[in-house]
């Protein structure tokens, strides 16, 4: 008799706990009221989704512990986002959605001219997708639905689209919806920004062979990311994980500056230029400056307008976790961080895509907080808000969704 109590009891919490971690709701449109059916409801992400049935209504149980973005989108309304936490849950929710009242070409007030797939489509591959290994077996199933714009002006290229984007993931095992909100080349700063939110859902294949492979490519696509880095920062393992971390400040080249005002003041031409639109001596005597060479001028002339400057100092997490609440640590730091990852290698691709000729070597990025805001993490490896955190070099180039993991794989299938 006690153990039926014992195994009631059980069933019982189990349920309860189910019930807790859970959130409910209802769309509807926020002029009129009525329920939308069929809108995506699901965490960013991860494979936590549904869709609302006729009534409008949606259920998403076994939340798993972390802060989220909970993600509301319906074809042809504006994507409804909320910053959810576990200790919010259980939740109740009444979403209304708006109706997009304009299309693209009407948001944008620079001229534009839309040239579409055949034009953009390879840069849109390649700003979105990747050029990694893994890139090589991804697919969009949707491309006619994506709609490329150049604004001359500005010289960037953007992209929108007005139903998810679908990519299947044969590399990983996995097919996404991506919830398209912002994407934009800008060829003038060379940058790359997209804002959204996927859903992961596994593919489905019989063998053990395939499934193998999967798991391999995950495992490898999860060494040395981002998400592997917040994880050995919040558990003060960066060492121990192969993560090296050393400030890095950036500023002006000064004997640079002072160089090219020396050639401003002394003008010295015998019609050369060095690139950098500055006269440069060829042969003849330089200027008196305290024994500067004319080659040493050329030397300088040739350098980054920027300089870096790397931090001896290896830091620990400790140096640069600055606030513990709970279940969540904040992450902040000035100026750069310039990370090294040493349990993987470069892929021999992105030396190509650098245009660089050397053998591959450790994993290095660099990141700076664009807002100078803290980040939250917690020890799932998420963190926010993500837009806050810029990176570049390897981070810039691999970081992209032919290698994008589902938060639920480092929580459950690590």
Known sequence: MKKWLVALFTLFFTIAAAGQMSIKGVVVNDATGLPIVGSSVFISNSSKGTVSNNSGQFELNNIPPGKYDLVISCIGYETN???VSD???PLRLKVELTLKAKELENVIVEPSIEEGWDKWGKMFMENFIGSTQN????????TNKIRLNKNKKSNRVIAYCNEPVLIENKALGYTLKYQLENFEVNY????????GYPLFEDMTKDGKQIKGRWAKNRQEAFKGSVTHFMQALYSNKLAAEDFEVRRMVRGP?????RVKAIYKATVISNGETNGNGVSIIISGKAPATGGDSSAYYQRIMRQPDQLDVYGSTILTADSIIVANEGRYKGLHFNDYLYITYKGEKEEE??????MEKRSATFQRSLVILINGELITLDEAGSYFNPQDFLTSGYWGWSEKMANLLP????????
């Open 81 to 83: 986002v909320m910053a």
């Open 87 to 89: 200790a919010q849950l």
């Open 135 to 142: 890139a090589l077996q991804c697919n969009i199933k949707n």
């Open 188 to 195: 003038k700063d060379r940058t790359t920004f997209y804002l």
């Open 253 to 257: 080249n000064l004997e640079k500056e």
């Open 349 to 354: 691709a992105y030396l190509r895509t650098q």
């Open 407 to 414: 938060t639920d794989y480092v929580i459950y299938e690590k």
